[in-house]
């Protein structure tokens, strides 16, 4: 596939262009799920093809096909797009510079989960099922497994040849309980499908789906019956999993350059953030520090390289609560006069590559979770997400968690709350951290479906945390009657 | 790709079913979206592709595969390895039966004139002339699409379904980096005749200039009058998280046990109905079945819920033809279509003391399933309406409102309804006037 990809940028080269890339890509996934102990899907997809841009007398053009039969095709419909494209243009499309790379990168893993049997897998699930149903009384249960391997090669007329094979595993496990007219949900690791990691079926085993069951299982069920979350203003801890939401939304959006340059302006939004905030905007509270880290071990948002051919980097978005770096891509960074942030990335072969998140980690404190929660007089532990919106520029955010867990005298009372729900202003909100758990406590969280663009695609990103406190924050909902 | 060819594939692959049942799913498009932002194009692309689905079933056990590499050697690959993922699932407890009847359905609904307007070229020409026409100081963002699609089913008890269509879809929002406001406009087509542009342009850069220089407003209890945009947005995902068999199985929808209650305002009776000529029509579901024909809310009460196979088994009913390809999904309607009142958008506005007009929301989402309680926010257009007419535009607000009161709190419907894309094509809603619509929040520091 190597020799056919650069035969196709030779071809390109003599059609008078600015530039081109070409990208391949073959993506294998599974999908394994139960519910009530049934198997109730077992799924392969795999899809191949190739997608090609160009820049054109500084205009886009972009083709992909699934027909590796039709490749010249393809790349002469890109430059019909590309000259389409120069009928509405403001200036010429530019691209940062970047150094020319001929390389190969692979996730590392241990255990290849496509050759892990079928029969593994369903049974995993089905144990983890049995667990849950035999600990508590449960109105369902379900269970899934995703994985997913992607291969892919990148070439450019700037001499870039770059090959990466990169795999993917997760899982978890669901169960609901019902209520006076009302349902109650407790997953574990985390909601919407678990957890998500560049690994091998080892991810899968080490999160011990079958030993955590009986746990999440007995959670939903004291859920159900569990009073109402207060409303009001308390001090809230966010664990992990609930904070990687909160990173992703209000810190890994609102930082990407694109939505800054109103790119996104008629589907996702913008940004409440512009290239004047860069240095001087206190985003968040002194303790308050995040990177944009693409080569993290293991994160669901890392890779050798983007896929314009910069490789994978670990760029500072918040020092010491001050705003100081953007997502970026090369057609972005360019109008910043500096280099890509390596943050270009594609959904597939079929289609172009937007400004995504890779892994937006907030790095660890100091504290002990024991620590963290000593000094709230009344407060509450919130635990995995189970709703989020936030608006277009990405200020006002609401958020609703699994369970709250009752802080009294800074300590965890063993009371829960159901039905959680907090809500504020981005950077109100940072503003308010006073405290992050150490490096004990810091853990990854991969989410597989991060939407953007037109049309639609879907980024697998990682964010990692410890469990964070925020002062006086607004839980629950006013009702004007 | 026409019916003939799309029926050659099938039957190639059901020729290797041997004493397995056999379903396969041909589905295909080739799409051409043009974006521009800052009233320049700034993303243009063109996608083709071509996947085949081979399910198979024996012995109350299922498993399936997707691919688009139609290369005999790699499809016998993929069946091979079904036979060997088959033997080791476990079976479940019932039979899903594959659809065996009627024999075909056919639709081929392909406006020639949309394909030869929209090719990249002319995409292009109708962006800079929405962009030409904008008032002074105003850019557009948005984007201009063509698809055109098909699909084609076949399996081992005989049926053929094929179903091709071209779609144009458009959305814009007009903004000035001067003037705080915007304004926006959307729409889907299947007939060049029913795709105005121009006029889509037209209205969302009045909505921008009307709603230049926005108020802030405290959140509270409103009367509101959501335009058709608005309220697709809550009742699609009131058809999701509610309207499904699944969801009512699964405990999670509102209508759980209430079925054939009286649950909204009698003013409302709300209908899937994708045959209807404001809808588009999509005569079968993602696993063959013809598409029925709903009462959802008959004059306030629940009656009938959207199935596929598997959810329609598990009730003892037939499918309705509303599933998706996935069973985890269930069967969700798509094309909604609510009866109109008596009013019109004009005096809704005028019998309103005080209350707001929202054009759309934006990132709804569901804080509880079982309480149809959704929120998010407004956007591109919020008015204030002070003693019986519009005073100025608000700055956004989010909503956290359960739907079960809203819809019981409906005032009056317009008598004009209007077509509003939707989640897989138009819905057909009126306006609505809703009291004591709940704001929650401010969307600025």
């Not at chain 1, 896929?307 to 100081?324: C, K, L, M, N, T």
């Not at chain 2, 081992?156 to 144009?168: H, L, N, P």
């Not at chain 2, 008959?298 to 598997?310: N, Q």
């Amino acid at each position: 596939m190597q020799e056919k990809i650069a035969g196709l940028i030779e071809y390109l080269e003599g059609k008078d262009i600015d530039y081109a890339d070409v990208r391949y890509g073959k993506i294998e996934e599974q999908a394994v799920s139960t519910e009530e102990g049934e198997l109730q899907e077992f799924d392969n997809n795999t899809s191949e093809g190739v997608g090609i841009r160009v820049i054109k007398n500084g205009a886009p053009g972009f083709a992909a096909t699934g027909d590796l039969d039709r490749l010249h095709q393809t790349a002469l419909k890109a430059l019909d797009v590309a000259d389409a494209s120069s009928r509405v243009k403001g200036k010429n499309m530019e691209l940062a510079e970047k150094e020319s790379i001929k390389d190969y990168y692979e996730t590392s893993y241990e255990k290849d989960p496509f050759t892990v049997s079928t029969g593994e897998k369903i049974e995993l699930l089905r144990e983890a099922e049995a667990k849950m149903q035999d600990e508590a009384d449960l109105f369902k249960t379900s269970a899934s497994l995703r994985f997913r391997r992607e291969n892919r090669i990148f070439a450019d007329t700037e001499g870039s040849l770059i090959e990466q094979e990169l795999m993917e595993s997760g899982g978890g496990i669901e169960a609901s309980a019902v209520g006076e007219d009302d349902l109650q949900v407790r997953t574990y690791p985390c909601s919407f499908g678990g957890n998500h990691a560049k690994a091998g079926y080892e991810f899968v085993e080490d999160m011990d789906l079958i030993g955590n069951a009986g746990e999440t299982a007995r959670e939903a069920e004291k859920l159900a019956g569990a009073e109402e979350c207060p409303h009001g203003e308390f001090d809230i801890v966010l664990d992990s999993s609930q904070l990687a939401l909160q990173i992703h939304e209000s810190i890994g959006h609102p930082v990407e350059l694109d939505r800054v340059f109103g790119s996104e302006e008629a589907y996702a939004g913008t940004s409440f953030l512009s290239v004047e905030d860069l240095n001087e905007l206190q985003y968040g509270s002194e303790c308050v520090d995040v990177v944009a880290d693409a080569t993290v071990e293991g994160g669901l948002g890392t890779f050798g390289y983007d896929d314009e051919g910069v490789p994978a980097q670990r760029i500072p978005i918040i020092e010491s609560g001050e705003f100081v770096g953007f997502l970026t891509s090369r057609e972005t960074a360019v109008r910043l006069g500096i280099s890509s942030g390596g943050a270009s990335r594609a959904d597939g072969w079929e289609n172009i590559p937007l400004i995504r998140m890779t892994n937006i980690n907030l790095l660890p404190g100091e504290y002990s979770f024991e620590e963290l929660i000593s000094d709230i007089d009344y407060g509450l532990y919130l635990e995995n997400n189970r709703s989020w919106s936030i608006d277009d520029r990405r200020l006002n955010f609401q958020f609703g968690c699994e369970i709250a867990y009752e802080i009294e005298n800074g300590r965890l009372t063993g009371k829960i709350f159901k039905n959680p729900l907090y809500t504020g202003i981005t950077p109100q909100f940072w503003r308010s951290c006073t405290g992050i758990c150490d490096n004990e406590h810091w853990q990854m969280y991969g989410l597989p479906n991060c939407g953007k663009g037109q049309p639609g695609q879907r980024a697998r990103v990682g964010h990692g945390s410890a469990p964070a406190r925020f002062n006086n924050i607004e839980v629950g909902v006013e009702r004007d009657e | 790709m026409n019916k003939r060819e799309a029926y050659m594939i099938l039957d190639r692959i059901l020729g290797w079913s041997g004493k397995y049942d056999m379903q396969v799913t041909v589905d295909g498009n080739e799409k051409g979206l043009t974006r521009f932002a800052g009233s320049e194009i700034h993303q243009n692309i063109y996608q083709e592709d071509l996947e085949v689905k081979i399910e198979l079933r024996r012995d109350k056990k299922r498993v399936s595969t997707t691919t688009n590499q139609l290369a005999e050697e790699n499809l016998r690959g993929e069946i091979r390895n079904l036979h060997r993922e088959l033997e080791e699932t476990p079976a479940r407890k019932k039979e899903l039966p594959l659809i065996d009847s009627p024999d075909e359905i056919s639709s081929e609904e392909n406006d020639s004139e949309l394909a030869e307007k929209l090719d990249e070229a002319g995409r292009a020409g109708i962006v800079a002339e929405g962009i030409e026409n904008l008032p002074d100081g105003y850019t557009a963002a948005g984007s201009l699409a063509l698809e055109k699609g098909y699909l084609a089913i076949a399996n081992t008890r005989g049926i053929r379904r094929f179903m091709s269509r071209d779609k144009a879809s458009f959305n814009t929002v007009i903004s000035s980096e001067q003037v705080e406001g915007s304004g926006y406009a959307e729409l889907e087509a299947e007939k060049l005749s029913d795709f105005d542009v121009e006029e889509a342009f037209a209205a969302a850069a009045d909505k921008a200039v009307d709603s230049s220089d926005p108020e802030s407003i405290s959140p509270g209890s409103y009367t509101v009058i959501l335009e058709p945009l608005a309220a697709a947005e809550l009742l699609g995902y009131l058809s999701f998280i509610g309207f499904s068999g699944r969801s009512v199985q699964q405990g999670r929808s509102f209508l759980s046990g209430r079925i054939g209650d009286k649950v909204w305002d009698e003013k409302i009776s709300l209908y899937d109905d994708c045959q209807h000529e404001q809808t588009f029509s999509l005569p079968f579901d993602m696993e063959g079945a013809e598409r029925q024909s709903l009462t959802i809310i008959e004059d306030g009460v629940s009656r009938e819920l959207a199935y596929d196979l598997e959810s329609a088994m598990e009730a003892g009913e037939e499918t309705t033809g509303h599933a998706l390809g996935s069973s985890r999904a269930g069967g969700i309607p798509l094309h909604l279509v609510m009866s109109g009142g008596e009013s019109s958008p004009e005096e809704m506005i005028s019998s309103t003391e005080k209350g707001l007009l929202i054009t759309r929301f934006h990132y709804t989402n569901v804080v509880n399933p079982r309480q149809a309680v959704l929120t998010g926010l407004t956007r591109d257009g919020t008015f204030l309406i002070e003693e019986g007419e519009i005073t100025n535009s608000v700055r956004d607000l989010r909503y956290t409102q359960n739907m079960m009161e809203a819809f019981n709190n409906v005032i009056s419907l317009s008598s004009k309804r209007f077509q509003v894309p939707g989640l897989a094509g138009n819905n057909y809603l009126p306006y609505l006037k809703i009291s004591d619509f709940q704001f929650t929040g401010l969307t600025e520091e």
